[in-house]
Structures are given as C-alpha cells and as structure tokens.
C-alpha cells in the first residue's frame, strides 16, 4: 500500500546559542511578580528593548526564513514579548495564542520538551487509539526535546504545553503577519493604513 500523508504542520527550529546569556541578563529589566510567565503580569513588550534589538532582528531574519520555506513572504510584526519560566512543580498547560498567527520560544535553560497536541486526523471516533503502540500516524502529541539555544517557530494556532519533568527558562513571542501590498485578497493590510475612530 502506498501511504499518502496530507497537511503537515511545520516547525521551524534554529539554534542562536551565542544571544543566551545576553538574552537571560535582560531578564532583570522584565521581571514579573506571579506565575510562570510574564504574559500574565502585562511584562509583554519586551520586543521593544533596545538592548535586545539585534536579537530581535536576529528573530525575525529565522522567521522570514521559516515562511520562505512556504513559499510565501509577508510584513513581519512583533505583537508580544514575554520571559517564562517553571521548574519542577508546575507545568504548562496545554493552550495557543490566537489571535496571533506566528508564535515563537527561544531557551535560556531547559530540560523539558515541548509538547504539541492536534486532534488525530486519522482518530475516527475517540479512542480510536487507546491500544495502539504510538506513531507518526496515529498519535496527537508530538515532544520536540529542547536545549539551550534553540528557537522553536509554529502556528500561533497549534496547541502546546510542557510536562513537569524539569526546568524552563525561556522568552516567548507572538508575532502578527500583514500583506506585503495592497494586491492580495486574504490576509491583514499592513497597520499604517489602519484608521481608528
């Protein structure tokens, strides 16, 4: 039989190991009081940083690259920014970043795996694959191991989330994507013709 997998989902992964202690050493200026993130202190703009610019470019020149990988080309635009960290005794739950359409992490330190979940195109009622020994074809969790350096870019769309099996330390984007000009049907008009009344 010949096996015919349709729509994959991509993942873009870099290493930028030489921005890790740069990057981890700003942390002091965006530190947030509660939680495992500062998402949920308003500490999201740490894009705007100008000590971290060329990070940030550095971070927009691999998500460029991930779209070129689809043939595709679009205004790149930094919405949010955040550090998170958990150890231990807490894990991520499983959750995604509308309204965004790119989410990105880069690790300081880790040694937990990031988990992305969808529904099993394949599952043809619940359970379907309870029994099963897990594969690419039937499973809905993929755990992509991590190490200090590495960036990970997805669909801001796609479900993750983290075990409790070690630590984390990490900084976190949401990225929004607009039209390269005025000539396209589907996608967002680039913000300097927004007009709020």
């Avoid at 958990?86 to 988990?115: F, K, R």
């Avoid at 020994?133 to 993750?160: C, M, Y």
Wanted: glycine share 6%; charged share 20%.
């Amino acid at each position: 039989m010949e096996k015919i997998n349709l729509f994959p989902t991509t993942v873009g992964k870099f290493n930028l190991i030489d921005y890790t202690d740069w990057v981890a050493k700003r942390y002091e200026h965006h530190m947030f009081n509660e939680g495992l993130t500062g998402e949920l202190n308003g500490k999201v703009l740490v894009h705007l940083d100008p000590q971290l610019n060329s990070f940030m470019l550095e971070i927009n020149d691999c998500i460029d690259q991930y779209l070129a990988s689809m043939n595709v080309e679009y205004n790149i635009h930094f919405m949010k920014t955040w550090y998170a960290i958990s150890g231990e005794d807490c894990s991520v739950p499983n959750h995604c970043h509308d309204p965004a359409h790119i989410s990105w992490v880069y690790y300081l330190d880790t040694q937990d795996p990031l988990c992305f979940t969808k529904d099993s195109q394949n599952e043809w009622f619940p359970q379907a694959f309870a029994d099963a020994e897990k594969n690419f074809l039937n499973t809905s969790v993929w755990e992509e191991n991590t190490q200090e350096g590495d960036l990970l870019i997805f669909p801001a769309n796609l479900r993750h989330m983290t075990y409790n099996t070690g630590h984390r330390w990490s900084l976190a984007g949401d990225v929004l994507l607009t039209n390269t000009d005025l000539n396209k049907e589907g996608g967002l008009t680039h913000p300097k013709y927004w007009k709020q009344f």
